[in-house]
């Protein structure tokens, strides 16, 4: 979950940790990546294909209630988003391995879909920009339940939902979207709920 906190200048560049706790750098600073050294067979080829940018646009989980984790409030909605500094924060809190190599895959200026997650009603909030900024709210808050009755629908026909992460990998925080999942969810802003 992403935390706001004071970014020093050494925390803006491109200078990552990687998996092994090694400190390693990306040559092009545009990159949110980071090399992996020293890891296990597992880590090293979930890393490759993030590598491979298998994705241009994300969603991205977030809790919008208050709740804590050792002493610690993980709150962080889209509204917390839309009031830092410059709409800008650092997305931190990554503890699973395949989620932070798709955190380290992305790159500045990809968008994704700020996801409220672990509350009453999760669903899709807002847009975002990676290294996350705000862009803007949903015309509508797009709760999971209909993006599930559209999943199980098009397993049968097909269609653009029809392998989405959030149903196949349900726990994982950060998640890559297709071009074709990004552009339905996208459509149903415009659409009454189902």
Known sequence: MPRPRKRSA?????????????????????????????????KISDSKNCGKNLSSHWLMKSEPESRLEKGVDVKFGIEDLKAQPKQTAC?????????????????LEEEAFFYHSNCKEPGIAGLMKVDVQFVRMMKRFIPLAELKTYHQAHKGTG?????????????LSIQPLTQEEFDFILSLEEKEPS
């Open 159 to 171: 269609g653009p939902l029809k392998n989405m992460v959030l149903f196949t990998r349900q726990r």
């Open 91 to 107: 997305w931190d809190g990554v503890r699973n391995y395949q989620a932070r190599n798709y955190l380290r895959a992305m790159k």
């Open 10 to 42: 050494a925390a803006a560049g491109p200078d990552k940790k990687g998996l092994s706790g090694k400190r390693t750098k990306t040559e092009n600073s545009g990159e949110a990546s980071a090399k992996v050294e020293n890891s296990s067979p597992q």
